[in-house]
């Protein structure tokens, strides 16, 4: 598929951003952030690439059950998290609901003996501070957050669209983390994944007025096109609720890649439900590997 110039995002871009590609024998392609990776915490956001799927072939669809087989995205999920260590790691997830419902994952018994109804669970943000548990949320379009807490071993990873960017899940997912494990805001490192960016991701007055209404700030998050329309930077609008909340500018990572302009690598639920009338999803996950201390 063809890019508009305007577009391109160099290696050397998303490495001053703090993000590195990796990609294994199957093909697998994944971002990755460096700065949490270096602070001891495993993640990845997904691409569309090196997989089964039929969107429309050879796609890393990692969720939608209701659209894909569960055979496909069971081997899709195989590949992607090979590709960051595969057998050491218990995958928990969640059904996202566009709210901001925090879920604690005490443990990897907790993780494994949830795995099979884990997409049942409904909230849009998970936590732990248990080595070999991979926490994941599912985009195609909305803004994934992962966070990671070196000093104490905890991380989180967050779904967050516009709803629950409205109702704070980022900022509830820190609160979360101090009041279950004594993180401190100015020890979080974060990395904000790809997305619908401010480039492409045009809303309606319903979504500018109701941030409008929350504070007045959030008329950044806003460039206006037509009668009452805008285009939105939701990664912008998470990125302040962090320094809201206590964490320093340098230590949040936005991963400069538009999910609704880069159809090469990302799903987008916006334009492919126009193209194909379905979508896949991809995956952010981060996690602390077992053996680290």
Known sequence: MSVPMETITTDLELERAGFLWRENEEGVRALVCAPLETEGFTNAFSTRAGGVSPYPSGDLNLAGFDEDSAENIRENRRRFISLVGGDDWTLATCWQVHGSQVRIVPGIIDAASDAAASDEVRCDALTTDAPGVLLGVKTADCVPVILGDARRGVCAAVHAGWRGTLAGVVARALETMR?????????????????????????????????????????????????????????????????????EAERVHTLPLCTICRPELFFSYRRDRKLYGRTGRLLSVIGRRANSS
């Open 179 to 247: 009041a279950e494990f004594g993180t401190k805001a100015r020890d979080v490192r974060v990395a904000i994944g790809p997305a619908a960016r401010a480039c492409c991701y045009e809303v309606g007055p319903e979504v500018v007025e109701a941030f409008l209404a929350k504070s007045a700030r959030a008329e950044t998050f806003f460039t206006p096109t037509r009668d009452g329309h805008a285009l939105a930077d939701i990664q912008k609008a998470n990125l302040e609720q962090l320094t809201d909340a206590g964490v």
